[in-house]
Each structure stands twice: as structure tokens, then as C-alpha cells.
């Protein structure tokens, strides 16, 4: 872990304050709670959060999902083998479903986020759309590549050097696409070939070569904050609020 020791895990630090309970009145808002509230804004009905061992005050926190009006899962992280693997352990119990992902500790703004790539992926019939931000540290990110009709070209992962700004921070996806990683991991750990991690944007890279239908959206003003790093964590309280400001408040 880059910034132990914590009192608690990253993904519960408390980065803002939630005013949403007019009896209880404002409480400590923890980090991953912004995503989860902007999947449920979007339509999200139910959450899978995919946890290794140790990480048990996630689910003490968040509990069964209700204060947020959430049907919140917890399910164990058994391939310690990049993004993808850990995804794929919630295969089972969404493999029909449309699925909204993003990073816990990543919090991002707007808050609309989600609703953008859902209504992409309508118009578009698309299989999978990535919302795209302007990259404030590319050497850390996924760098996308766009050709000339602003299409995904390629995606860079924690490129040593570029020239290009834009990363992609969340995602929308099909059944289509579910099924897609499921095979490609599926057949990794069927020729054993777990010498190199896996990210999700090689996946993306994956899909980019077959009959997969890859979307963007560019969120022109959006805003997002890793909070893995000391220095990211300690501005993480001012971020918040200083974008909250501009925001509505999520109900």
C-alpha cells in the first residue's frame, strides 16, 4: 500500500462531508462513496465491490448498501493478477447486465459522468464507451490515442513518456464486453500466462482489434483525483470541496 500506514482503507477515507441525512444531519463522506452515488444517479440498482482480504471495514462501512439506496455486494479477490481478473469474479452475478465501472479511489466530477456514457452507448449502439479527462499525470494513466474523426486509436498504459493529454477514468459496458474480457482471461489462465499483470486498458486495447464497438466520451471539464499517493490524499479534502461548490448536491 503506497500511503500506509491508514487508520482505514483508502477507499473509506473520509474526503468531504455528506449532508444527505436531514435527521442525522452531516456526516463524514468517504471517498468511493462519490462513485458509488454517481452510479446510482445513473441508474445503478445494485453494486459488486470486489474486496482482497484484510479490506473487511469496506463492508463495515457501507454495509448492505441502504443508506444509499443501494444493493451493495461484497465478493473476494482471489487472482492477484491485475484489474480484469478482479472484475472477473463478479462474471457470475453480472454477465447479463449493463455494468458501470470505475476505481474507488478515484473521485471524479462531474457528477453526470455515468449518465453521459449510458446515453453514448444508446445512441451509438456501442459495446463499451470510456469517459475520457484531460490526464494530470500521464505517466500514472491509461493515455488514449485518438485518430482523426476523434475515434480510440490505441490506448498507452503508463507510458514513460508521450505527448498525448487525454486518460480514460470510468467505463459503460455490455453484456458484449463482459463476455469479451471473460474469454481473454479465461484463455490466459488456460496457457498459464500470468507473468505480466493485466490491465484493464489492454483489454480495451484487445477489443480495439476485434468485432468489439469501442466508444468515448470527452468530459471537457471534468475533474479527477487518484488518492493513492500521500501528497494526492492530502489535497483530496480541498478537491472535493472546491468542486462540490459547483456541483448539485446528490440526494
Request: hydrophobic share 40%; proline share 7%.
Amino acid at each position: 500500500m503506497r500511503i500506509a500506514p491508514l487508520p482505514c482503507s483508502k477507499e473509506i477515507f473520509p474526503v468531504g462531508i455528506d449532508e444527505s441525512d436531514a435527521i442525522k444531519g452531516p456526516r463524514p463522506k468517504a471517498a468511493a462513496q462519490y462513485l458509488l452515488e454517481q452510479m446510482r444517479n445513473a441508474g445503478a440498482q445494485k453494486a459488486y465491490i470486489i474486496l482482497r482480504s484484510g479490506k473487511w471495514d469496506i463492508p463495515k462501512y457501507f454495509e448492505d448498501g441502504s443508506r444509499l439506496n443501494l444493493d451493495i455486494a461484497y465478493l473476494i479477490m482471489r487472482r492477484p493478477y491485475g484489474v480484469p481478473y478482479t472484475l472477473d469474479q463478479a462474471y457470475p452475478f453480472v454477465k447479463d447486465a449493463t455494468i458501470l465501472f470505475g476505481f474507488p479511489d478515484i473521485i471524479m466530477f462531474p457528477n453526470e459522468v455515468f449518465t453521459s456514457m449510458l446515453n453514448k452507448r444508446k445512441q451509438g449502439g456501442c459495446d463499451i464507451v470510456v469517459a475520457l479527462f484531460s490526464a494530470t499525470q500521464p505517466k500514472k494513466m491509461d493515455m488514449v490515442e485518438l485518430d482523426a474523426d476523434n475515434n480510440i486509436k490505441s490506448i498507452h498504459i503508463k507510458p514513460p513518456q508521450t505527448t498525448l493529454d487525454l486518460t480514460w477514468i470510468a467505463a459503460a459496458w455490455t453484456p458484449v464486453f463482459t463476455e469479451f474480457m471473460h474469454a481473454l482471461i479465461s484463455d490466459r489462465l488456460n496457457e498459464q500466462d500470468i507473468s505480466k499483470e493485466l490491465y484493464i486498458g489492454d483489454v480495451i486495447q484487445a477489443a480495439l482489434g476485434s468485432n468489439i464497438k469501442v466508444s468515448s466520451v470527452h468530459i471537457k471539464e471534468g475533474r479527477y483525483l487518484d488518492i493513492g499517493t500521500p501528497e494526492d490524499l492530502l489535497q483530496s479534502t480541498g478537491f472535493v470541496q472546491s468542486l462540490e461548490a459547483h456541483e448539485k448536491p446528490l440526494k
